[in-house]
């Protein structure tokens, strides 16, 4: 194939631990500090737990279920908190980012639908 390897991943039970950068495409710069700076490990949560996260950790909307929407601004897609991706680094500092392949967004760029039913 003529594609370079990315990131190559090591697989611990549910998690993935991104251990080296070889980047198939172009990344932003918070997507190159998330998978090469430091190994990234995706947690394996439960629901109840991953609630827990979000409402800890998101200082701009209130949680209240893993099936509430939120629209991202950056990539212009809805998902809902089932979809977010929850990554630990090695410093065990947890981070948030958009389901969307490519979107680098977090909590602060994520808004409240306005859906017109």
């Not at 609630?51 to 509430?68: G, M, R, T």
């Not at 065990?92 to 958009?98: D, G, L, M, T």
Request: with cysteine; charged share 20%; glycine share 6%.
């Amino acid at each position: 194939m003529g594609i370079e390897p990315a990131a190559r991943v090591a697989r611990i039970g549910f998690g993935a631990i991104f251990t080296d950068c070889v980047c198939i495409r172009p990344y932003s710069p918070r997507e190159l500090l998330l998978l090469c700076s430091f190994p990234m490990y995706s947690l394996p949560l439960t629901p109840g737990r991953k609630l827990k996260l979000f409402q800890k950790h998101d200082p701009h909307k209130q949680w209240w279920s893993l099936d509430e929407m939120r629209f991202c601004a950056k990539c212009g897609h809805l998902f809902i908190g089932r979809d977010i991706q929850v990554f630990e680094d090695e410093k065990s500092v947890i981070h948030f980012q958009c389901p969307t392949h490519g979107c680098d967004s977090g909590f602060a760029d994520w808004q409240y639908p306005n859906l017109h039913l």
